[in-house]
């Protein structure tokens, strides 16, 4: 059985509680996987780790984060029919709703963004 994990400060961790969840897969009503019951304590350790990120990331020239959400909607591409699998396998819906809607929008949102920052911006924006 897959055990899914938080991903905080770049590292896959078990929650603090070490209490998780059981993941239906709604097709079948089978459990396929558990993940973490975070509280808490988990969600602070999260926010300290972005707190101590922040600084770097907002130094980051705005070119150099472009290419950041760049590779990241190439690899998400890239990964698309395991993802898309993924995705119906969790919310039950079908592999070709996934592989031609959910996960393209997945990377239309990302590029949106990626593009976004690379423009002039006003507080009409």
Known sequence: MIRLANLINGKL?????GNYLPNVEPATGLIYSEIPDSN???IELAVQAAKAAFPKWSKTPIPERHKILERL????????ARLAAAESLDNGKPVKLALHVDIPRAVSNIRFYASAIMNWN???H
């Open 13 to 17: 961790e078990a929650p603090v509680s």
């Open 73 to 80: 909607a190439g690899l998400i591409e890239k990964n698309l």
């Open 122 to 124: 006003s507080h009409s």
């Open 40 to 42: 808490e304590d988990d």
